[in-house]
């Protein structure tokens, strides 16, 4: 009833729209009435609600809501109302009732014959039980909707053969044709597969776009923008650290400027050459970076490619090697020191300290003085301690820090006095160690001689306490 009711309010007439809305608004207004009455108590309250009660009942009184099949709700003349007038309203509404009602007239025939079709067909059900069948001329007269049924049963009859008939011409075609159409099925499911294929084509094809950009020269054609497209393309993480490898004969590689980061359990390093390309180590190989000391250099030879673009030189300039002079016979000679890793990869000493922050490596020196000598462990340790501060790895903070941590250890060793005294004298004499360090060395054996003086004394005394 309330569908039929809020479909009345979306598509029926104006007329029934307005009763109902003031039907529902006085109906809403008598509930808020009896509400605010309970609960104010208040006597005003109760009259309006038995006000708007008496109003609702009499607007209702005379009129019936018919709502018929298709759910539209009509105003059909009912009882007399109150001024003597049947149906209520005006002429023009009487009017419009009176062409309403021929209308029902006219409808009622169809329904009588409706009404009679229905027995006429349980009459027939009744012969085909009985198993005695209707003439054809009373079934046409009864029932002449099966008569429309069946006049399109050709049509039916029509589509069955052309179904038939293609049917046989599938069975009489040639093989050809099937294999064609075979193929043309498996194109559609090769494209759908070879959409990633294409993507990846695609990729590619920008890379050699890239590529061809740089040209040759790569690195005197390139750019800012150019490079943060390319490590874009080649998924560089935030974390890296610029690197230069002087030399790499397994990669083919000789004094090429790089980008180093780690990412799934190996080391990445971008090449920015002629055509960039990425190689990688596993990190577990790589533990030890190995010194190869004293490599004779021309200046002239060295990072030519590099110092062409302004961009490059001023970006890998810190990343290069440190050079050193010596002479020997008479001549000055330019030497640079590497660091191997993984046996084969040099790196510059300006890239050492890049690839200690991404991996614990251990920096290995083979000194034939220190080995010849017989140095004890601290002296190696200075001894490395000093080769980088040289080298440029090793600030001069950090050093003076390296140089004190040496020391400490040494004094709290477990070693008698005149060896200390003895490596220190070395130590100093070899020109491993600045001579003022000569009495930081002693002050820190006073401190841990006295700190284990102190200690048996405290062991003495809980002794004779326990006693």
Not at 53 to 63: E, K, P
Not at 98 to 109: A, F, H, I, Q, R
Not at 140 to 149: F, H, L, N, T, W
Request: charged share 35%; net charge positive; with cysteine.
């Amino acid at each position: 009833m309330l569908q039929k009711i809020w479909n009345t309010l979306l598509h029926g007439e104006s007329r029934t729209k307005r009763f109902l809305i003031s039907v529902i608004g006085l109906g809403l207004a008598t509930v808020g009435c009896l509400v605010a009455a309970i609960m104010t108590h208040s006597p005003l309250f109760w009259v309006a609600s038995v006000a708007s009660g008496l109003i609702t009942a009499a607007v209702t009184r005379d009129t019936v809501l018919v709502v018929s099949k298709d759910n539209t709700v009509k105003k059909v003349p009912g009882k007399k109302a109150a001024g003597g007038r049947t149906g209520g309203g005006s002429p023009s509404e009487q009017r419009k009732e009176k062409k309403e009602e021929k209308e029902e007239k006219k409808e009622s025939p169809d329904r009588e014959g409706a009404g009679r079709k229905e027995p006429d067909r349980k009459e027939s059900g009744r012969q085909k039980e009985d198993g005695k069948k209707p003439d054809r001329k009373e079934a046409a007269e009864k029932e002449p909707g099966r008569q429309k049924a069946g006049e399109k049963k050709p049509d039916r009859q029509k589509t069955d053969r052309k179904e038939s008939d293609r049917q046989e011409a599938a069975e009489k075609e040639p093989d050809t044709q099937k294999a064609d159409r075979k193929k043309a099925g498996k194109k559609g499911t090769d494209r759908k597969k070879t959409g990633k294929q294409e993507t990846k084509e695609e990729a590619l094809a920008r890379e050699e776009a890239d590529e061809e950009e740089l040209g040759e020269d790569a690195l005197t054609n390139m750019t800012e923008s150019k490079l943060k497209n390319l490590l874009v393309r080649y998924k560089v993480k935030q974390e890296h650290v610029p690197v230069v490898i002087d030399l790499c004969v397994s990669e083919r590689v000789k004094q090429c400027p790089g980008f180093a980061w780690v990412a799934g359990g190996s080391l990445k390093i971008l090449l920015v050459e002629s055509k960039p390309r990425l190689i990688e180590r596993s990190c577990h190989a790589l533990q030890v970076l190995e010194v190869e000391r004293g490599i004779a250099v021309r200046a002239s030879n060295e990072y030519t490619e590099l110092r062409k673009t302004e961009l490059m030189n001023l970006m890998f300039t810190p990343y290069l090697p440190r050079y050193h002079q010596k002479t020997i016979g008479g001549r000055t000679v330019l030497l640079k020191n590497l660091y191997v890793l993984d046996g084969d990869m040099k790196f510059s000493s300006g890239s050492v300290n890049g690839l200690r922050r991404l991996l614990p490596l251990r920096i290995e020196l083979n000194d034939r003085r220190i080995q010849e000598q017989e140095a004890g462990p601290y002296s190696k340790e200075l001894f490395l301690t000093s080769f980088l501060w040289q080298d440029g790895i090793l600030t001069l903070k950090d050093y003076q820090k390296e140089v004190e941590q040496t020391l400490e250890s040494m004094a709290a060793a477990d070693i008698s006095y005149n060896e200390f005294e003895k490596e220190l004298s070395e130590m100093i004499r070899s020109g491993l160690l600045p001579a003022e360090y000569r009495k930081f060395a002693y002050a820190k054996r006073e401190e841990r001689k006295a700190g284990k003086d102190d200690g048996k004394d405290k062991k003495k005394g809980r002794k004779e306490r326990r006693a």
